[in-house]
């Protein structure tokens, strides 16, 4: 048996405390000048319930800088944080900014109740933690050790690249109750994203994907892509309780397309176990053109092993023209095991097509869950002690208020199924990642 490896996690962002001096910066006084006299450790509040008006710019200190009042309280000027060594930390707090926020060196950037105007940029930290924070354009961390987002939303993209950091140790990213608008990409050595609303992801790595919805309908208009895009021999998914749907496209005038409309697509010999999730709408609606691999809720291009069970699985596929694909699945018979999942056809789509095996096939036309169809095995019982329902409400691996609770949450960086005992608590806080 593998061993799991659980934690809870707790977000004390708020609760970090001040060593050194405080240094108000109030009307028309100058942050940067405040910046320049202070020494690592103090604490710079601005007490103007106003507009700040500058860049910043802070070299190898670590500092706090918070307003009293979020609402009112803004700097016009773009954020530059530079060469911070192991240990020291930057709190940036309650108030709004316009600009960018680039941050570099191997410290620790902690940034809470805030809106970022434009982009964030980070590489070599320990660690970066964001709580209630808004991204207006796009996120991204490179060779960060750790990298934390909980109740954030990011306008744009999410690009966490490296799976090891500056010294050779293992990159983790953990996404929790937040959203992501458009594409999320990782190539962290481990990824865990829970009760988050997200659009297209790409993942390499060990990782967990619990009670999500990657939703393909953005700003009014569908997205062609693929909702979850896993690839490479290193890579290793639990992906259980999502829903992935309406990556669509109404493709006219006959043109040829591929590989696009997909809930989720394993290549490289990856591996993963997809587990009662609720999988529909990935569609070519246009009944003219040439469609290869398109219109699919799972497609298996190759991989080391993937178990498919407890899934509803309904309009995946394509409305006519000559294609290839066209199915709920489309996998190889090799290494794929596929049983107890709930289907249904779209226009004459496949249920089950590349050679795989379909087993204990639920008919279903109307997408709904079905109670105590699933996998009978144990391992797959529901909270309640009774036999698997397909669908998202299956299974016992995940939390029902996840999506809300200001609570610990378990978080695995293993790719073994979870069996979360009631009542267990190791904790790992965000202010110095202290095992309790």
Not at 146 to 161: A, I, N, W
Not at 380 to 386: A, C, M, N, R, Y
Not at 403 to 432: H, K, W
């Amino acid at each position: 048996m593998k061993k799991l490896s659980i934690f809870l996690f707790t977000f004390a962002l708020g609760a970090t405390i001040a060593h050194g001096a405080t240094i108000n910066v109030g009307a028309g006084e100058s942050i940067q000048s405040a910046i320049n006299g202070a020494a690592n450790g103090d604490t710079i509040v601005l007490t103007y319930p106003g507009q700040y008006v500058g860049n910043v710019t802070i070299a190898s200190k670590g500092l706090t800088i918070r307003s009293l009042n979020q609402a009112l309280t803004s700097v016009l000027g773009n954020f530059s944080i530079s060469g911070l060594t192991a240990g020291q930390v930057i709190n940036i707090q309650s108030f709004n900014f316009s600009g960018d926020l680039n941050c570099s060196g191997s410290g620790i950037l902690r940034i809470k109740d805030m809106q970022i105007g434009n982009s964030l940029n980070c590489s070599g930290l320990a660690k970066i933690v964001l709580q209630d924070v808004e991204v207006m354009n796009t996120l991204t961390a490179n060779q960060v050790t750790d990298c934390y987002l909980r109740r954030t939303t990011v306008t744009k993209t999410v690009t966490v690249g490296g799976n090891q950091d500056a010294n050779g140790n293992a990159t983790r990213l953990v996404v929790l109750q937040s959203t992501i608008k458009e594409k999320l990409t990782s190539t962290a050595a481990k990824s865990w994203i829970g009760y988050s609303n997200l659009e297209e992801s790409y993942f390499e790595g060990t990782l967990e994907i619990v009670k999500n919805e990657f939703n393909g309908f953005r700003s009014g208009v569908h997205q062609a892509g693929i909702g979850i895009d896993l690839n490479g021999t290193n890579t290793t998914a639990n992906i259980h309780n999502n829903k992935i749907y309406d990556f669509r496209v109404n493709q006219n005038g006959g043109a040829a397309i591929n590989n696009i409309c997909i809930g989720i697509r394993i290549s490289g010999n990856a591996k993963a176990d997809i587990f009662n999730n609720k999988i529909f709408r990935n569609q070519d609606g246009h009944t003219t053109g040439t469609e290869t691999f398109v219109g699919m809720g799972i497609y298996v291009v190759s991989t080391a092993e993937t178990k498919i069970f407890g899934n509803v699985l309904y309009d995946n596929g394509v409305s006519g023209g000559a294609n290839t694909g066209h199915a709920n699945i489309w996998a190889p018979a090799q290494n794929v095991t596929i049983a107890y999942n709930a289907m249904t056809s779209h226009s004459g789509s496949g249920m089950v097509l590349g050679g795989a095996e379909n087993h204990a096939m639920v008919n279903s036309e109307t997408g709904a869950d079905h109670v105590n169809k699933g996998h009978p095995d144990v391992t797959h019982q529901d909270k309640d002690g009774s036999r698997n329902d397909i669908g998202p409400s299956g299974g016992r691996n995940y939390l029902t208020n996840g999506t809300t609770t200001n609570g610990p949450i378990p978080i695995s960086f293993t790719a073994d199924p979870l069996a979360v005992p009631i009542g267990g608590t190791v904790t790992i806080e965000s202010t110095g990642a202290t095992v309790k």
